[in-house]
């Protein structure tokens, strides 16, 4: 893939790659953990708020706000997801 992608720029492999990490954006993975850390923090949050629903005297209402809160949870973990994914394979999970 690499050596297709270096003829198509028709460069040889080593400029090529040299190119592509001069590119290249390096996050720093306290930035990301930091976001992740929040992230998990908000679904703990709502799963908190979600427990809490049970006092509320409407059914309709209490069904309302949990389908919106469960709502929101899967938004999060869809966006924490490939954070999760990655850190599990840096482990060696």
């Not at 893939?1 to 040299?18: D, R, T, Y």
């Amino acid at each position: 893939m690499i050596k297709s992608a270096a003829a198509e720029a028709k460069m040889a492999i080593g400029p090529f790659l040299a190119e592509a990490v001069r590119k290249t954006q390096i996050v720093r993975r306290s930035d990301w953990e930091a976001g992740l850390g929040k992230l998990i923090e908000a679904m703990a949050l709502l799963e908190g708020i979600s427990q809490r629903v049970a006092g509320m005297p409407d059914p309709l209402d209490r069904i309302e706000t949990v389908a919106a809160l469960l709502s929101v949870e899967r938004r999060l973990h869809r966006i924490a997801t490939p954070w999760l994914a990655d850190d599990a394979e840096g482990d060696g999970a």
